[in-house]
């Protein structure tokens, strides 16, 4: 599941890897094509699931992901109650309310966008700063855009890292 494309995209060049995509069952064969991509140099971001638990959700849960959760962003940029958490939460983003999107592969009659919410719509935003840090730094590895996501936040929840925010909710600016 998602292997080959995981694969694809590292022996293509990309440099960052947005997963808005996971599975509750934990694969060998998703941790390898992670693990492949990563020493290839790639960030994969991936959502960390919209069921209200702390029940590991893969790729998000594997070590070499950035696993994000949910926030509603405005009007007062809370954790989204729908977001999953746990001790593999990486960073939050918004994802909130109903963000107007393209519907890829979900459509209603002739309309292909929609408002929907959830860690789907979250993660793009954390694969858009990586991608606004990679063009910065065009050196960077993968391990320093990491690390500046990481730094880059807005403490949200417990001081310092929490299972509901992880380090925190991004902040572009």
């Given at each position: ?28 064969a998703l941790e390898d094509a992670v693990t492949y991509a990563y ?124 299972e509901l925010y992880g380090y925190g909710r991004i902040?572009?600016?």
């Amino acid at each position: 599941m998602y292997k080959r494309q995981i694969i694809h995209a590292a022996d293509l060049g990309a440099d960052i890897i947005n997963l808005s995509l996971g599975t509750y069952e934990y694969s060998t064969a998703l941790e390898d094509a992670v693990t492949y991509a990563y020493n290839k140099g790639c960030v994969l971001i991936a959502a960390a699931g919209n069921e209200n638990t702390e029940s590991p959700l893969y790729p998000a849960a594997l070590d070499k992901v950035i696993a994000v959760a949910s926030t509603y962003g405005e009007p007062n940029d809370s954790r989204a109650p729908y977001s999953n958490y746990g001790d593999w939460i990486t960073l939050s983003a918004p994802g909130g309310y109903g963000s107007y999107s393209v519907l890829s592969t979900y459509h209603q009659g002739d309309d292909y966008f929609a408002y929907i919410q959830g860690t789907s719509q979250a993660t793009p935003h954390v694969s858009g700063l990586a991608a606004l840090y990679k063009s910065q730094y065009p050196t960077a590895t993968n391990i320093e855009i990491e690390y500046m996501l990481k730094r880059g936040v807005e403490d949200k929840g417990e001081e310092g890292w929490d299972e509901l925010y992880g380090y925190g909710r991004i902040n572009v600016y």
